[in-house]
């Protein structure tokens, strides 16, 4: 079963434009991690957090943890049309265990 | 980092015939999973792909429909038997290495007609 919601399911803007991604999920994780996925198919992975941290860079994603919330966001500033991907959050409860996702965000960036 | 390749990439199958999804890691890992990833979903793991012992499933998925062999650390089978159209989806395998993160292979494409 998935443990994760992520918000907005779709979400639509325009190039150059921030775009954000929610996750929230229900139990105590280790790690969450963020995925891209384009056109059905392989993960890209994104980025690493973990649960003792609470912010992360990397280029132009900055990803945010709250473990009080049990919630995790992702920033893309400056989007691109390339950044047209659906985005996936997947939390595991110990180091190198099976990994729980979130249902998905669908972003469209438009030229 | 891990390079991981799948074959086949993508595949049309008759119902009732079964297919066998080859997954191949550049380096020795520990873990290695299977996840299913039906068409406008997000992704369900199947089973975790033991070296040397029989895989652990998840709950909804069994041996007899998905057996699975991991005969040594860089190499893992996932067969998709007697399938119906429901069995539509793509398969990716996933490994995860010393630093906790998981790569994924770029994922099997299978339609059954």
């Known amino acids: 079963s998935q443990q994760g919601e992520e918000d907005p399911q779709a979400l639509s803007i325009q190039e150059g434009e921030n775009a954000t991604m929610n996750c929230s999920y229900k139990t105590s994780i280790n790690n969450l991690q963020w995925y891209r996925q384009n056109s059905g198919r392989g993960l890209v992975h994104l980025i690493l957090?973990?649960?003792?941290?609470r912010e992360k860079h990397s280029g132009r994603l900055r990803v945010t943890l709250d473990t009080s919330k049990k919630s995790s966001s992702l920033l893309i500033t400056a989007s691109r049309a390339a950044d047209t991907a659906s985005y996936f959050c997947a939390t595991d409860a110990a180091s190198g265990s099976r990994l729980t996702f979130g249902e998905g965000t669908q972003l469209t960036v438009n030229p | 980092s891990a390079v991981i390749s799948q074959k086949p990439s993508r595949d049309i199958c008759q119902r009732g015939t079964s297919l066998t999804i080859q997954c191949q890691v550049d380096?020795?890992?520990?873990?290695m999973f299977w996840y299913r990833q039906q068409p406008g979903q997000s992704l369900t793991l199947i089973a975790t792909a033991n070296q040397g012992s029989e895989a652990t499933y998840e709950s909804g998925f069994v041996i007899d429909k998905f057996p699975i062999s991991r005969p040594n650390l860089t190499f893992s089978t996932l067969t998709v038997s007697n399938m119906s159209p429901e069995d539509s989806s793509i398969y990716l395998c996933?490994?995860?290495?010393?630093?906790?993160?998981?790569?994924f292979g770029p994922g099997t494409r299978l339609t059954v007609l």
């Open positions: 996933s490994v995860a290495i010393l630093t906790d993160t998981q790569y």
């Open positions: 957090i973990r649960s003792n941290e």
């Open positions: 380096s020795q890992v520990t873990m």
